[in-house]
C-alpha cells in the first residue's frame, strides 16, 4: 500500500512538476477554428410538409480532462459540466426552433427511434471565454449529417458591460456562444437543402418503421434492411390502413407526450439555471481573460524589476498570491453556482424519474411498457 | 496550448528540494513515537487512510519565541565570516567582495521575503477528512489533501505550488518566476497547543534562508455569523441565532 503510495505519489510530483512547465491552462482554444460570426438562417412561412423532419437532441456527453481532477475546485467544476449537459441541447434546441426549419425540436435523454434527426454532442471545451464541441446528427436511416467540431470564442462584446446581478430582476442576455448554435443550425440546413423530396420522405418513412420494429420487431424488423455503408432501407411500405401499424401511431402518439414532457422538464432545468449560468460564465470569461493576460505580460517580461532584488521577488510574489487569490474566489463563485443551481437540477431529477433512478432508467423502462402495451393491445383486437 | 512555462530552464534543479520531499514521503509511518503530535484519522474509520495530525483551530503568533528576520540575517552572516575565516580566504571584511556582496545582497532580499509572507498574525486553519485549509489575512490560503502525499494545488504564469505530507509535516511548495522556491513546514506539538511555521526562501544554488514562526491556539471568539457563497448575490450571512435564515445583509 505504502509502495503504491509512493508511485501515486511520484506520479503526481511529476505530473506537477511537468505541467509547470507548459501549463497554465491555456485560454487558448484548441482544435478548430472558431465559427465567427454567424447569421442564423430564419424561413419566413412555413416549411414544406416533407422538409419539418423532426429532431431530437440528446443530452450532451462530457470529456473529462484528466489534468482537471487535480486542480482545485475539481468536484465542482464537474457538477457544472454535468449541469452544462442537459442546459447546452436546449439552447440548441432554441436556435432549432427559432430558425423555423424543421419540425418539432425535443431534448432527450438519449436516442429515440422515434424522430428523423438525432442530434448528440460531447462538450470538449466549455468555458465563459471558449466552447468547443464535438456534434454528431444523424437522421434514421443511417446516413451522417454532421460529424464534426464546433469552437467558439467569446468576445468582451458578448458580455454586459457589468457582471448582472439577479437583485435587480432576473437576467435574461443574449447566449456568448450564439454564432456556435446557429452554426450548428445553418449547417444542418444546408445539408436537408441538398436532400430531394424523396429523401425527405425515405427518411420519415424509415422513421415509423424504425419505431415500428422497435415496439414490434417481429411484425416490423423485416421491412428494414441494412445495406454495405449501414444504412436502413426498405422495400416495401406496410399498407396503410394495416392495423398493427395503426397500433404503432397510436402508441408513437402516447410516447410523444411523454417525450415531450420530458422536453418541458428540460426546458425548466434551463430556464431555472440561466440567470445564474449567465453570471457564472461571465466571471469564468474574466478569470481566462486574466489568466491569459497574466500569462502574456509574464512572456513578455512586462514590469520585470531588477532581477533577485527583494522589490522583484516581492512583486513576483504578489503577481502569484493575486493569481491564486483570484482562482480561489473563481472556485468559491462556481461552488455558489452549484449550490444554487442544485434545486433545480434535483428538480429534474424528481420530475423526470419520481425520485425511482435516474432519467435514463425511466426512459428504458418506459420503451419497455410501450413494448408491452403494444402486445396487449394487438393481443385483445386479434381476432 | 504550446507556451513555454517560465520557469522551464529552472526545473531541472528546482525538482530537487521536491524530491526530497518525495523521499521523505517514502519512510512509513510505522508506530507513533512518543513526541509526536495527536494524530487523527480524518475519515470514518474503515477507510484505509493516512493518519494527520490535527491542525484546525485558531492560532496566534508568538513574537516571543518566532524568529526576528534581521537577527536571522546577521546569525547567517556571522556564520558565513566565520567559515571563510576558517577556510583563510580573507578577513571579516571578506562579505565586502563582490561576489559575496551579491550573496549578502541575496540573503538580504529572501530575508525581506521570507518576513512579507509571514506577518500573519493569526492563521485559522479548518481541516476534515478530505483536505487542510489554512487561511491568512492578506493571502491566499494554503490548501492540501490530507487523502493523498503529494498533490499539484496550483499553477498560474506566476508560480506553481505542491503540497505534501513530509511523515507528520505538512509542506507547501512554491516556485516562483525567477526560480524562487518557498518552502512552508507545518507542524504541531505533541499537546496540539503550539503550531510552527519554518519558511524556506531561496533562489538557484543559494543556501534556503529560514524563518520560523510560532504559534499558540486560542480561542477566536465567534462572529455569530453563518455565512453562504452565493454566485448572484455574493456572500450570504445570517446570524447564527436568527429563526430566520438569510436575515443579515447580503454582503460581497
Known amino acids: 500500500m505504502m509502495r503504491a503510495a509512493s508511485r501515486l505519489g511520484l506520479s503526481l510530483l511529476l505530473t506537477g512538476v511537468l505541467g509547470a512547465c507548459g501549463s497554465t491552462r491555456a485560454p487558448e482554444p484548441a482544435g478548430p477554428a472558431p465559427v465567427g460570426t454567424v447569421s442564423l438562417n430564419i424561413l419566413q412561412g412555413m416549411p414544406a410538409e416533407l422538409q ?94 454532421l460529424d464534426k467540431a464546433y469552437a467558439d470564442i467569446a468576445r468582451t462584446a458578448d458580455y454586459p458591460d457589468s457582471i448582472p446581478s439577479l437583485r435587480g430582476g432576473i437576467t435574461d442576455g443574449p447566449d456568448p456562444f450564439q454564432d456556435l448554435h446557429a452554426a450548428i443550425a445553418n449547417d444542418l440546413l444546408a445539408v436537408r437543402n441538398t436532400l430531394t423530396q424523396q429523401d425527405l420522405a425515405r427518411i420519415q418513412d424509415t422513421t415509423l418503421l424504425r419505431h415500428a420494429a422497435d415496439m414490434a420487431p417481429d411484425a416490423f424488423a423485416s421491412y428494414l434492411q441494412t445495406d454495405a455503408t449501414g444504412q436502413l432501407s426498405y422495400e416495401r411500405l406496410p399498407a396503410s390502413d394495416d392495423p398493427l401499424l395503426g ?57 520585470v524589476l531588477g532581477t533577485g532584488s527583494f522589490e522583484s521577488l516581492s512583486q513576483n510574489y504578489n503577481r502569484y498570491k493575486w493569481s491564486k487569490i483570484f482562482e480561489q474566489e473563481f472556485v468559491a463563485l462556481s461552488s455558489g453556482f452549484v449550490s444554487e443551481t442544485a434545486p433545480a437540477v434535483l428538480e429534474l431529477s424528481r420530475n423526470i424519474s419520481g425520485l425511482s433512478g435516474p432519467v435514463e432508467d425511466l426512459y428504458a423502462r418506459w420503451r419497455v411498457y410501450l413494448r408491452e402495451l403494444y402486445e396487449i393491445e394487438t393481443a385483445t383486437t386479434a381476432p | 496550448m504550446s507556451t513555454a512555462h517560465p520557469l522551464a530552464p529552472h526545473l531541472s534543479h528546482r525538482a530537487l528540494p521536491l524530491l526530497g520531499l518525495l523521499c521523505l514521503c ?135 505550488e505542491l503540497c505534501g505530507w513530509d511523515r507528520l509535516q505538512l509542506v507547501f511548495q512554491i516556485v516562483l518566476a525567477e526560480g524562487v522556491l518557498i518552502e512552508h513546514r507545518f507542524s504541531v506539538d505533541p499537546g496540539g497547543q503550539e503550531l510552527s511555521m519554518l519558511t524556506s526562501v531561496s533562489s538557484g544554488n543559494s543556501q534556503p534562508f529560514n524563518l520560523r514562526s510560532f504559534y499558540t491556539r486560542y480561542e477566536a471568539p465567534e462572529d455569530g455569523m453563518n455565512c453562504v457563497q452565493t454566485l448572484s448575490r455574493g456572500l450570504v450571512c445570517s446570524a447564527l441565532d436568527s429563526a430566520t435564515p438569510g436575515a443579515a445583509e447580503p454582503t460581497r
Open chain 2, 26 to 160: 517514502l519512510f512509513p509511518v510505522t508506530s507513533r513515537a512518543a513526541d509526536e503530535p495527536a494524530l487523527r484519522d480524518p475519515a470514518v474509520s474503515g477507510r484505509e487512510t493516512p493518519l494527520r495530525p490535527l491542525f484546525a483551530g485558531s492560532w496566534q503568533k508568538d513574537f516571543g519565541r518566532s524568529d526576528k528576520w534581521e537577527e536571522e540575517v546577521q546569525r547567517v552572516i556571522d556564520q558565513l565570516n566565520r567559515e571563510m575565516q576558517r577556510q583563510g580566504r580573507g578577513d571579516a571584511g571578506s562579505i565586502g567582495m563582490s561576489g559575496s556582496r551579491r550573496g549578502v545582497g541575496n540573503l538580504i532580499a529572501h530575508a525581506r521575503l521570507a518576513e512579507l509572507i509571514t506577518r500573519q498574525t493569526t492563521l485559522r486553519i479548518m481541516q476534515d477528512g478530505n483536505e487542510v485549509r489554512i487561511e491568512r489575512q492578506g493571502d491566499a490560503a494554503l490548501v492540501c489533501s490530507t487523502l493523498t502525499d503529494i498533490e499539484n494545488t496550483f499553477a498560474s504564469a506566476h508560480g506553481t
Open chain 1, 247 to 303: 397500433h404503432v401511431r397510436d402508441i408513437q402518439a402516447r410516447h410523444e407526450v411523454f417525450i415531450d414532457t420530458l422536453d418541458e422538464y428540460y426546458e425548466a432545468l434551463y430556464q431555472d439555471v440561466k440567470p445564474r449560468y449567465d453570471i457564472w460564465r461571465q466571471y469564468s470569461f474574466e478569470q481566462v481573460m486574466d489568466q491569459r493576460d497574466n500569462a502574456e505580460r509574464a512572456r513578455n517580461g512586462e514590469g
Open chain 1, 52 to 145: 419539418m423532419l423532426d429532431i431530437g437532441v440528446t443530452v450532451f456527453a462530457t470529456e473529462a480532462d484528466p489534468e482537471d481532477v487535480t486542480l482545485p475546485g475539481a468536484a465542482i467544476f464537474a457538477q457544472i459540466r454535468d449541469t452544462e449537459t442537459h442546459y447546452l441541447p436546449v439552447a440548441l434546441r432554441h436556435t432549432l426552433l427559432v430558425s423555423n426549419q424543421w419540425g418539432v425540436v425535443r431534448v432527450l435523454p438519449e436516442a429515440d427511434p422515434s424522430l428523423d434527426l438525432l442530434i448528440s454532442a460531447t462538450i470538449v471545451e466549455s468555458t465563459g471565454a471558449n466552447l468547443l464541441l464535438q456534434l454528431r446528427a444523424v437522421d434514421s436511416t443511417g446516413r451522417v449529417w
